[in-house]
């Protein structure tokens, strides 16, 4: 069965940086859009940027110029390079393919901006 494995996350000050990372088994990275989604408390889970298998991507307005959605060259792994990060950032930060599939969902990443 296709899972996403997501890691990178943690405790960061406002300002700093992360990178998070994102595999899955199936070649499912290479093959379908895949994307990152954010769960900030009390909140539903909402779409943050994704990259399409041709390496088009797409970002929420308020991650525009300090997140980086990217793919290795391999393939396998699909990043999330999060820069100046802010409190509202926080969350837990899931990759799933776009649109989702509900059998795809990880465990996620957790995220805590916070000084």
């Known amino acids: 069965q296709v899972q996403f494995v997501e890691s990178g996350g943690g405790l960061v000050q406002p300002g700093g940086s992360l990178r998070l990372s994102c595999t899955a088994s199936g070649s499912i990275t290479s093959r379908y859009p895949v994307a990152w989604y954010r769960q900030a408390p009390g909140n539903k889970r909402v779409l943050v940027a994704y990259?399409?298998?041709?390496?088009?991507?797409y970002y929420t307005d308020s991650v525009k110029g300090r997140f980086l959605i990217s793919r290795d060259n391999a393939e396998t792994t699909v990043f999330l390079r999060m820069d100046s990060l802010k409190p509202e950032d926080t969350g837990d930060y899931y990759c799933?393919?776009?649109?989702?599939?509900?059998?795809?969902w990880g465990q996620g990443t957790q995220v805590t901006v916070s000084s």
């Open positions: 990259i399409t298998d041709s390496g088009g991507t």
């Open positions: 799933n393919t776009f649109p989702t599939v509900r059998e795809f």
